[in-house]
């Protein structure tokens, strides 16, 4: 039926990480064998207090305050306070069932048009059109595709000036989905100096911030709870990534002590109040516990991030090996690798974009990656864009739900203690990839 829904509302399609997903599981219930490296769910156990906190609250059923819980807005506000030197209030925390709502919320109610990375998680362009902004591509490092420079950010502002529009917002994400890297000290000046100089509201986008490989780079934000409306830097987070529970959807924002990130975060709740009305209330009660500075919270977050750190390097090395263009993750659990070297054997088998090659490696090679495209890659952009596929390391720790329990923490304990880490999953997808890139060899161009 025609013009049943909004024009802006028709050119959405379902996530491809959900999408790629539900592609996964239908071509393994048709009994084909795929390694999934397309979903960037974290599948590890969650730390045992946590999960029995949520156990022992599943009989609280009641709507819990718009903004969060008193107690889980201190354990947040003193978490980010303790990891960036700096002073931040429960007042200034906001809580949501995600920090996706949250962002959708803040694209729909700040002025302006939309400066984003490219390339940028998948659903923050959609987010973005759906609020009825125009979006304009900020180019990133050809290597490493993360790394932003004056330069660019000038040129983006520039264009979207010269083409009527008004660039008032720009988001970031560090450590990122999906290159895995993160932001040095130097790129973050670099962002909130010129956003502060053009009068644009500096989302940073931190759900991964606790799994970077190098400690230091965990204190690298360019939020500083700067009370002064010269500027205004929104960090948001979540429970999904470090603490693998996407599905007890928990995020959070926290806003500047200024006059103008006040007004934001009381705008944010009056939209919440009509929209999502609450986070969970067992999952609001057991991440108190989650987002605490306690020693085995503490613990547990660096087991985490040791055993992602070894699994993806593992897999970024091997990438490497294979002659893929493939920058080295410093955080997160993904790797970005560009199938660009091998772009005449591509062309020979009728692939001309990275949507084609992901598609190809799943027919012929049982190997589910993400689509640069989905991205925000151009497939007829700079050659450094193009063949671009995220690769997850999410799903290369367990069989199902019961290994994950069975032998999770007993994983986490050896990685962190130094002892030989086996993962039969990850050898796997390192011989599956082999295989992939030995049939393009073997393409006569």
């Known amino acids: 039926m025609a013009?049943?829904?909004?024009?802006?509302?028709?050119?959405?399609?379902?996530?491809?990480?959900?999408?790629?997903?539900?592609?996964?599981?239908?071509t393994r219930a048709e009994g084909k064998h795929v390694v999934h490296l397309g979903f960037g769910e974290a599948t590890f156990p969650i730390?045992?207090?946590?999960?029995?906190?949520?156990?022992?609250?599943?009989?609280?059923?009641s709507y819990m305050p718009v903004a969060g819980t008193e107690e889980l807005r201190k354990s947040i506000a003193e978490f980010n306070a303790d990891r960036l030197g700096v002073s931040i209030s429960?007042?200034?925390?906001?809580?949501?069932?995600?920090?996706?709502?949250?962002?959708?919320?803040?694209?729909d109610i700040l002025q302006g048009d939309v400066m984003l990375p490219r390339p940028s998680w998948v659903s923050y362009e959609p987010q973005v059109l759906h609020a009825g902004k125009k979006l304009f591509w900020v180019e990133t490092?050809?290597?490493?595709?993360?790394?932003?420079?004056?330069?660019?950010?000038?040129?983006?502002?520039?264009?979207?000036?010269?083409?009527?529009?008004?660039?008032?917002?720009?988001?970031?994400?560090s450590p990122?989905?999906?290159?895995?890297?993160?932001?040095?000290?130097?790129?973050?000046?670099?962002?909130?100096?010129?956003?502060?100089?053009?009068?644009?509201?500096?989302?940073?986008?931190?759900?991964?911030?606790?799994?970077?490989?190098?400690?230091?780079?965990k204190t690298v934000s360019a939020f500083d709870s700067n009370p002064d409306d010269s500027e205004t830097v929104i960090l948001t987070g979540g429970l999904s990534k470090t603490y693998s529970a996407g599905g007890w959807r928990v995020g959070y924002a926290i806003f500047p002590p200024s006059l103008a990130g006040e007004t934001i975060r009381q705008t944010i709740l009056a939209y919440a109040s009509e929209c999502w009305s609450a986070a969970s209330a067992p999952a609001q009660l057991a991440s108190v516990k989650a987002f605490s500075v306690s020693s085995e919270m503490n613990e547990?977050?660096?087991?985490?991030?040791?055993?992602?750190?070894?699994?993806?390097?593992?897999?970024?090395?091997?990438?490497?090996?294979?002659?893929?263009?493939?920058?080295?993750?410093?955080?997160?659990?993904?790797?970005?690798?560009?199938?660009?070297?091998?772009?005449a054997q591509l062309n020979k088998l009728g692939v001309f974009t990275s949507a084609e090659l992901s598609k190809w490696l799943i027919q012929e090679c049982g190997l589910a990656a993400l689509p640069g495209s989905?991205?925000?890659?151009?497939?007829?952009?700079?050659?450094?864009?193009?063949?671009?596929?995220?690769?997850?390391?999410?799903?290369?720790?367990?069989?199902?739900?019961?290994?994950?329990?069975?032998?999770?923490?007993?994983?986490?304990?050896?990685?962190?203690?130094?002892?030989?880490?086996?993962?039969?999953?990850?050898?796997?997808?390192?011989?599956?990839?082999?295989?992939?890139?030995?049939?393009?060899?073997?393409?006569?161009?």
Do not use: W
């Open 300 to 343: 547990y977050r660096k087991s985490v991030t040791a055993l992602h750190k070894y699994c993806t390097t593992r897999l970024y090395q091997a990438l490497k090996d294979l002659g893929l263009d493939v920058g080295q993750p410093g955080g997160a659990f993904y790797v970005y690798p560009s199938f660009s070297p091998y772009s």
């Open 374 to 445: 989905a991205f925000g890659e151009d497939d007829n952009g700079p050659v450094c864009g193009r063949f671009r596929l995220r690769m997850a390391t999410s799903y290369l720790y367990f069989r199902d739900e019961v290994d994950r329990y069975e032998n999770g923490y007993a994983l986490l304990e050896a990685c962190t203690s130094g002892k030989e880490t086996q993962l039969p999953y990850l050898e796997e997808a390192i011989k599956v990839l082999g295989e992939a890139v030995a049939k393009l060899k073997n393409v006569q161009v």
């Open 141 to 173: 490092d050809a290597h490493d595709r993360h790394t932003i420079t004056e330069a660019s950010l000038t040129a983006t502002y520039d264009k979207a000036v010269s083409e009527g529009a008004n660039p008032r917002i720009m988001l970031v994400n």
């Open 47 to 61: 730390q045992k207090d946590v999960l029995q906190i949520h156990r022992d609250s599943s009989s609280t059923t």
């Open 90 to 107: 429960p007042s200034q925390v906001v809580v949501a069932p995600g920090s996706k709502p949250l962002l959708f919320a803040l694209f």
């Open 3 to 26: 013009n049943i829904v909004t024009s802006t509302a028709a050119q959405l399609h379902i996530s491809p990480t959900l999408g790629i997903n539900e592609l996964v599981l239908k």
């Open 176 to 217: 990122s989905n999906p290159t895995g890297h993160v932001f040095s000290v130097e790129c973050v000046k670099t962002i909130k100096s010129f956003c502060k100089a053009k009068g644009i509201v500096l989302i940073t986008d931190e759900i991964y911030s606790d799994v970077c490989f190098d400690e230091t780079l």
